[in-house]
């Protein structure tokens, strides 16, 4: 075999992203299986295996595949250090033979083949998002990192989308979830994968280093209270914006138009005194940031404090050629305040003539979720961007997706996992899946058939079957067909499809779901998206189930 360090060479790719994700991060069962293939001759026997889900998560009728560019650069990395073997060593019985551990240094992904639907693919249960052929016991070590890549990577972007689907394409999503995430790697996938699934930016500056994902991010209450007056502002001075001129006192500025307000007809009555160490923190902040203001108005009142307080600032900024980015709301009646606090920017905006003062951006957080974007839409808001958090990085609504990964053909000969469970039993035989499309455009139905089947044609009609329910069969005339699988990984050929960078998958995630009829995507009893089998696959499954499962003898 070649080195691996050629593998990388020949292939250009580096490691995942997590360096934790070694030869090692599996279960022990998989080197247990892998001795016993290799002490019984078989750990070279050419195996395929399908990574797929049986079911949907959320309650709903799709999923979005993700976590496949992980799973590349994990296989073109994969190799033993000395020191793994060492410690495996320690955890096999001393009668484990030395062969053994001189198998496993020599091994690498130079003989596995990776097929798999895009990532950022809309994708549904049963259809294998990945297809791993190669030597038995290689692809069975390569088994519980591939899931765990996939599972979590999956789950958090269609959490993401179905947030994008509610709260609308208008509006800007942010992912505020890294200090309630399951621990760092959790942080750091969920903002990858959230910007996958919809996202606009996030808060987490390492996802922002490494994937190059807009950041956003202002201040927190702590840093409101922590001012006790505008006594602690020692700089004042602030440059006008285009560098005629400097103000040389900016807080008698704002203190100067905060009075112009509590003077002003339009928002008489709304606020008196405003908390003065608030008015302190929002100067402190827009003296370091005049270009990127932003408040947050709820630590001490919104309607009484924090807005009034936050237009001061936000005049003083104008006078001086400066424009404010708006407020964030964590807390209180998000739809009443949002609605209050834009007829307190559009009043201001008429009262003292600044234009697009009333267009101000309101950002709301606060443990968002599904539900709560659907409330909101429902009672009417002026919300234009939310940050979302442990909701979302969590899954809080669903914890696993539930990918599994069977043996479907040993040595060219198919196999298939039996259960009294239906849901549970595996289709066998290396498949070809294809995407069939209607006259309006939409995706009808997935088609799994057998490698060697001639492939469904545009106009030709296809029999499509359920793999298991014999009356749910129908006809379609596809007026597109789409191959879903390409090969991503062929050891050291280098052939394989080049992996697109993060955005081009956001651009094909979002595509997808623009793509799908709207019944399927809804939130509530969603229609469910056809996965069938061709007929001569169907005969076949239920050939071999007839075979391979027991035949009972009654006494």
């Known amino acids: 075999m070649d080195s691996n360090n050629n593998l990388e060479q020949n292939l250009g790719l580096e490691g995942p992203t997590n360096p934790m994700v070694s030869p090692l991060l599996t279960d022990l069962y998989q080197f247990t299986m892998a001795y016993a293939y290799w002490k019984s001759g078989k750990h ?65 992904c130079s003989d596995i083949e990776i097929y798999a639907i895009p990532e950022g693919s809309v994708v549904f249960p049963k259809i294998p998002l990945m297809r791993v052929e190669g030597p038995i016991a290689v692809v069975q070590l390569l088994e519980t990192p591939l899931v765990n890549l996939v599972n979590y990577a999956s789950l958090v972007t269609t959490n993401a989308a179905r947030h994008r689907r509610v709260a609308g394409s208008s509006k800007i999503l942010l992912e505020f979830g890294l200090r309630r995430a399951q621990g760092p790697d959790g942080g750091i996938s969920a903002s990858k994968y959230c910007y996958l699934g919809g996202f606009d930016a996030t808060s987490n500056v390492d996802a922002g280093r490494r994937f190059g994902i807009p950041l956003r991010g202002t201040h927190s209450h702590a840093f409101v209270s922590s001012f006790m007056g505008p006594d602690e502002i020692t700089d004042r001075l602030l440059p006008r914006s ?41 100067m402190s902040y827009a003296l370091a940031f005049p270009t990127k203001f932003q408040a947050l108005v709820d630590t001490y009142d919104v309607m009484r ?55 101000m951006t309101i950002t709301a957080s606060n443990d968002i979720n599904e539900e709560t974007l659907d409330a909101l839409n429902k009672q009417g808001h002026e919300v234009d961007a939310f940050g979302i958090g442990t909701h979302l990085v969590t899954c809080f609504a669903q914890p ?70 014999e009356s749910k069969r129908a006809y379609v005339v596809p007026q597109r067909v789409e191959e879903l699988y390409k090969c991503y990984w062929s ?65």
């Open 400 to 469: 696993a997706l539930g990918c599994v990964f069977k043996l479907v053909e040993i040595n060219g000969q198919p196999r298939m996992k039996l259960s009294e469970d239906v849901s549970k039993v595996s289709i066998p035989c290396k498949k070809r899946c294809y995407r069939l499309y209607g006259k309006d455009g939409y995706p009808l139905v997935d088609i799994m058939t057998g490698e060697n089947e001639v492939p469904p044609k545009e106009r030709q009609r296809i029999l499509c079957r359920h793999p298991f329910n």
């Open 305 to 359: 404090s924090g807005l009034p307080n936050f237009c001061a600032v936000s005049l003083a900024l104008n006078e001086l050629g400066y424009k404010s980015q708006g407020i964030r709301l964590d807390s209180g009646d998000l739809a009443y305040l949002s609605t209050e606090a834009r007829e307190f920017f559009c009043a201001i905006e008429k009262e003292f003539g600044v234009p697009d003062f009333g267009k």
């Open 44 to 108: 070279l026997d050419k195996a395929v295996f399908d990574l797929f889900f049986r079911k949907n998560p959320f309650g709903g009728e799709y999923t979005v595949f993700a976590g496949l560019e992980e799973c590349v650069r994990f296989a073109a990395t994969f190799k033993f250090k000395e020191e793994d073997i060492e410690f495996l060593r320690t955890t096999f019985p001393p009668t484990c033979e030395e062969g053994f551990f001189d198998y496993l240094r020599g091994i690498n």
């Open 491 to 555: 050891g050291n050929s280098g052939k394989r499809e080049p992996l697109p960078v993060l955005k081009e998958i956001r651009e094909r995630c979002l595509r997808q779901l623009a793509e799908m009829r709207p019944d399927h995507m809804r939130g509530l009893n969603p229609t469910p998206y056809k996965v069938s089998v061709s007929a001569k696959l169907y005969d076949f499954i239920h050939f071999l189930w007839l075979n391979e499962a027991p035949v009972g003898e009654l006494q």
């Open 242 to 282: 285009d560098g005629t001129g400097v103000c040389e006192d900016f807080v008698s500025l704002t203190q100067h138009w905060l009075s112009k307000l509590q003077a002003a007809d339009s928002v008489r009555g709304t606020f008196s005194e405003t908390n003065h160490s608030e008015l302190a923190a929002f």
